[in-house]
């Protein structure tokens, strides 16, 4: 890849941001910067799923006790019913102990 201004062969470059080719004359290649950027955006959201995945449920945000172990976020599953005149059917899951309890009836 070459320069898009003064034509120079593109070295690797390391930068605060991340790595790309550019140019030894310092001139910018907006192209690259841009492919960059994306990749450190993709960089962010797997940290962001690790930090939520301390072995509680991230779903896990539906005010709900568990019966068994008392935590009181739980998942809320819905199943939806294969036909129309049956409702659908929910389920709330334990954050913690992965407990799940059918509920009756619709949640609001
Ligand atoms: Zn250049
Ligand atoms: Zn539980």
């Not at 030894?24 to 450190?40: C, F």
């Not at 172990?69 to 129309?84: H, M, P, R, V």
Request: proline share 6%; with cysteine.
């Amino acid at each position: 890849m070459f320069c898009k201004t003064c034509g120079t062969l593109l070295q690797p470059k390391s930068t605060p941001y991340g790595k790309w080719m550019a140019c030894p004359n310092g001139h910018t290649q907006p192209e690259i910067q841009k492919e960059s950027q994306s990749l450190k955006f993709q960089n962010l959201n797997q940290e962001k799923r690790v930090e939520v995945s301390d072995g509680k449920n991230p779903l896990a945000v539906h005010e709900h006790k568990c019966p068994r172990c008392g935590f009181d976020k739980a998942e809320l599953i819905e199943i939806s019913a294969n036909y129309s005149d049956e409702d659908n059917i929910y389920r709330m899951k334990c954050g913690k102990c992965k407990h799940v309890e059918q509920l009756e009836g619709k949640v609001k």
